[in-house]
């Protein structure tokens, strides 16, 4: 675990020696605390549901940003090959990227809490569905980075990377949400509910912690890492 938590640490600062961390936070947070605000002043009630649709939203694009580089640039310049001849396993090299990223999300998620504790200053507000939608958040993260991570690891260019984690996730935090809203009702909306995002989101926002969502977003995770692992190992004997 030493050896995961040295590439999770050296990863998780790399993030605020440079632009990264700092961009994508203040993207993050901004938008996120525009639109929250905008929609919690006309809906007129306490509550921050619309505030973790948002995180979902902007994720998407957040995530890519976030995960692009993770595999991509140590494959770029070379030091992929050097990080693979030490006594590292592929299987720590993708943990301990993963939770470097991760970690950077965790921050950026630990500074909405503002947001809350703001409107509880407006209301009664229920903090039970604040807690599962933050533990929503978290799952939903941990999935989105993940599949970033697969894309950035099976590239050796950080903008291809961050182009394929981006459909990939658009496409089921955008696309597949409006096309099940669209149609509303039928099993074609049924199949599309179950890989949405979105979807599985909601529930955990109204406060609801149905196991279904929770191992939605751990499967996808998990996927994520070991597609990962076998891009990486894969490269040891290529």
């Given amino acids: 675990m030493q050896n995961v938590f040295n590439i999770a640490w050296r990863q998780f600062r790399s993030y605020f020696n440079g632009p990264v961390a700092y961009i994508v936070a203040i993207i993050m947070l901004g938008v996120v605390g525009f639109m929250f605000w905008t929609f919690f002043f006309l809906q007129g009630r306490a509550t921050v549901h619309e505030m973790f649709n948002w995180m979902g939203y902007v994720m998407v694009i957040a995530a890519p940003a976030i995960t ?17 001849t030490m006594p590292v396993k592929e299987s720590e090299v993708i943990l301990g990227k993963f939770f470097g990223a991760f970690g950077l999300y965790l921050v ?7 947001n809350p504790l703001a409107v509880s200053q407006f ?8 807690m599962t939608g933050y533990l929503g958040l978290v799952l939903e993260g941990s999935a989105m980075i993940a599949i970033g991570l697969v894309a950035s ?15 990939l996730l658009a496409f089921v935090g955008w696309l597949v949400p ?11 909306a049924s199949a599309l509910e179950t890989i949405s995002f979105t979807h599985h989101l909601e529930s955990m926002a109204r406060g609801v912690i149905d196991t279904r969502d929770v191992l939605f977003f751990v499967s996808l995770t998990i996927a994520g890492l070991v597609l990962s692992f076998q891009a990486v190992e894969s490269r040891r004997w290529s």
Avoid: C, Y
């Fill in 108 to 114: 950026i998620v630990l500074l909405t809490f503002v």
């Fill in 68 to 84: 692009m580089g993770l595999i991509a640039e140590e494959k770029a310049s070379g030091t992929i090959e050097i990080l693979l």
């Fill in 123 to 130: 209301g009664q507000l229920d903090w039970g569905p604040v």
């Fill in 178 to 188: 409006a096309a099940a809203r669209f149609l509303a009702t039928g099993w074609l």
């Fill in 153 to 167: 690891s099976t590239q050796s260019n950080q903008l291809v990377a961050f182009f394929i984690s981006l459909f």
